[in-house]
């Protein structure tokens, strides 16, 4: 049961693919591959046929005259089935390999701890306090590391933000690291 919306996408699409073919970017399909398309296109319409057609199928596996075909994995069990089960990994390489994978995503050139006051942001009108924080915080690192970059981690922005507008920590204490490029990263120093 196809719309006039159906055969107007259907006809947007041979046109595409004709154009397609025209440019050389793909090969057209021989008549036989046409006809596995339109084959596998094809669903039953009713739920009986399709139940039919099934206990068919299974019938032929068990007897051996139809093998069965690999089916497509989109999604999560894609990703699951992409390791081979002669090539499984212990925990402990895949921990290494995570490791491995962190430092050359961050190479530490500097790392240091500051515990930054913030009681200038109280100063403020109370719908402008936290504003003022994260203003204070990003001044206090650019007056003490002299970044080229500044990127403040979620968790850091969270925390300032933890108590709404209107109440600000007193204090905030954060890691600052500098990577190889100079660009400088705030995170929540351990214990906070």
């Not at 995503?105 to 719908?127: C, G, H």
């Not at 981690?153 to 204490?173: D, G, M, T, Y």
């Amino acid at each position: 049961m196809e719309t006039d919306q159906d055969e107007s996408v259907k006809a947007t699409e041979e046109s595409n693919r004709q154009a397609e073919e025209e440019r050389g970017e793909i090969d057209a399909p021989g008549i036989e591959e046409q006809e596995e398309i339109e084959e596998a296109s094809e669903a039953p319409e009713t739920p009986e046929k399709a139940a039919e057609e099934e206990a068919k199928f299974e019938e032929a596996l068990e007897e051996g005259a139809v093998e069965e075909e690999p089916t497509e994995i989109v999604g999560e069990e894609a990703e699951a089935e992409e390791i081979p089960e002669e090539e499984e990994i212990t925990e402990e390489e895949g921990r290494r390999e995570i490791e491995r994978r962190e430092e050359v995503e961050e190479e530490i050139v500097e790392e240091r701890i500051y515990t930054i006051p913030l009681r200038r942001a109280w100063i403020s009108p109370r719908k402008k306090r936290t504003p003022r924080a994260v203003r204070l915080v990003k001044s206090f690192i650019q007056r003490h590391m002299k970044p080229e970059t500044l990127v403040m981690s979620n968790e850091v922005n969270e925390r300032l933000w933890s108590r709404s507008i209107q109440k600000p920590p007193r204090r905030i204490r954060v890691r600052a690291v500098r990577d190889t490029e100079g660009t400088v990263t705030l995170y929540l120093a351990e214990g906070d």
